[in-house]
Every structure is written in C-alpha cells, then in structure tokens.
C-alpha cells in the first residue's frame, strides 16, 4: 500500500512541479520585457532632458539676440538721419563757423549738441559708428568705394571714408563707404596671423 501511495504522491509531485517551472519561465520573459520597456522609457527620458535642455539653451540665446538687435531696422533708418546732421554742419564753411555771431552761430550749436545727443542716444542702445580711417580694409565692416594710389601706405588700409558706418553689438548696421590704398608695401605679416597662431 505503502507503494501505491507513492505511486500516486508521484504523478501529484510532478504534476505540481511542471506548472511551477511554467511560471519560472513566463517571469523570466515578463522580467526581459519589462526591463527592454524601462531601457526604452529611461533613453525616451534621458532623450526628451536633453531636448528640453536644448530648446532652453536656443531660447536663451534668442532672447539674448531680440533684446541687442531689436532697434535694428529703427537704428538704420535713425543713422540716415545722423548723415543729414553732419552734412548740414560740414556745409557751414569753417570760416563762417568761426566768425558765426547771433542766431547762425546759435543754429550751428544748436545742430551740433543734436548730433552729439543722436549720437549718445545711438550708443545707449548698441549702435556704435565705425570710423576705420587708418585701418586695415574688413570687407566685413567697409564697402570700398575706389583705391587711392599711396605708396607710404600699406596695400589695404583704409585711407578716406567717404561715409561712416555703424554696427550694432557684433553685426554691421551699415558698411562704412571707404577708399582703399594701392601701390604701397605689403601689410606685415604678423598683423595677418590670428593670435592663436603663434
């Protein structure tokens, strides 16, 4: 008797063992998927911070850009009129600035304080005028007009500016009108080379 008890503990024994190692094998699987699901959500986490950084970083930067260039098209209209300041004063022959007495000499003051108050008004908000007499040509910063033959000067340097230009933080407004020099020795090398050459 003894042994058909073992007989029939044994098929129950292992019927209860093989749905145990059924559930062994379908957790196994249910773990991978779930661990391959939260690799998935944790690079879509990691992917979506890194976005977000970006879009911070980029708005950041446009904000920064809106706030110096936001006068931009307001500034290159305003510059026309500072010409037409300084024309109006260059057209005063120097002899009768200096013997200018009552209300012609009132006129070219009052004129001048206007171009000098302009000219801080430009400044106080990032518009600086450029003057590059003397320096070297920057198709960057100047418009050459015409060269000028010079054979004291070094080819390239500006040696008359026609119109001043302006820029505004780091970008040209408006190109200075230049005349460029011809004819003498080549620029020195040194000043060529970018500073991080050497």
């Not at 908000?125 to 910063?141: A, E, L, M, T, Y």
């Amino acid at each position: 008797m003894m042994a058909d008890q073992n007989e029939h503990e044994d098929p129950r024994n292992q019927a209860e063992a093989a749905p145990q190692a059924e559930p062994a094998a379908v957790d196994a699987e249910t773990l991978a998927a779930a661990l391959r699901e939260r690799d998935e959500m944790k690079d879509r986490l990691l992917r979506t911070l890194a976005e977000m950084e970006n879009l911070r970083r980029r708005t950041e930067r446009e904000v920064a850009d809106s706030r110096t260039y936001a006068v931009t098209n307001f500034a290159r209209d305003i510059v026309g009129s500072a010409d037409n300041i300084r024309r109006a004063l260059e057209s005063v022959p120097a002899e009768a600035r200096e013997h200018a007495d009552g209300a012609l000499k009132g006129l070219i003051e009052g004129i001048e304080l206007t171009e000098r108050d302009l000219g801080k008004t430009l400044e106080r908000h990032g518009v600086k005028i450029v003057d590059p007499k003397g320096q070297r040509f920057d198709p960057n910063r100047h418009q050459a007009m015409f060269e000028v033959p010079d054979t004291q000067v070094p080819n390239g340097t500006v040696v008359q500016v026609v119109q001043t230009g302006y820029v505004i933080g780091d970008r040209t407004l408006r190109p200075a009108l230049v005349g460029v020099s011809k004819g003498g020795p080549k620029p020195e090398a040194a000043k060529d080379k970018p500073a991080d050459a050497a």
